[in-house]
């Protein structure tokens, strides 16, 4: 027996070839649209017993909002999503919304038809070992990677931040001094605590650590072009 659908999905053409590919499988498609901001009342006034709501960005923040308003409206209605690989925090995003399952958007047309139905019997229609990866995930929250260049940049002021770029140039005191408008004795008090701050011995050492920490291409975009200040 057909289920009643309703298919959503960021690309028309998508959700036409979804709900087509569908229809000869014998399943009733009420509407197949692109998302907007009326995509959750399409689905609410429709009233699908299975809305299948395709998304290129399961982890972005407020992209599940559409099935919220649809639970809270249509508890009766089963919610699939339909997503890219997925990030655990994006699947543990979507059954925190309120969905029945997801299914990535690569998934054979029999897969997402097995998914409808374990949606509409009130299953949680996921594959076994994204579900596990998204309950680890909400368990065992990864650390953020450390951002070494980040925090190193974070250390330094703006204007030590130019004398490492300038550093890591080649430029000795004499130069540092003449390119920033300042004493060469401020120059190298200016080196001597980057330096100091990184951690070094050397301006070698310096200019490595900021190459191998991708330091260099964070600090050439918050150089000041001029310092009105010497």
Known sequence: MGVRLVVVDDHRLLAEALASALKLRGHRVLAAAAPAAGAADLVIARAPEVCLLGTAAP???GIFDPVVKIKRERPQVAVLVLGPVPSPRGIAA?????????????????GVERAIGKARAGEAAVAPQLLQQAFGELLNPAAQPDDEAQRLLEMLTPREVEVLVRVADGEDTRLIAAGMGI?????????????????VGSRLEAAALAARTGLLDRASTSRPTQDPHP
């Open 183 to 199: 004493a060469p004795s401020t120059a190298r008090t200016h080196v001597q605590r980057v330096l100091m701050k990184l951690g």
């Open 59 to 61: 982890a972005e923040p």
């Open 94 to 110: 979507a059954f925190a919304a309120g969905a029945s399952g997801y299914v990535r958007h690569d998934e054979r047309i029999e």
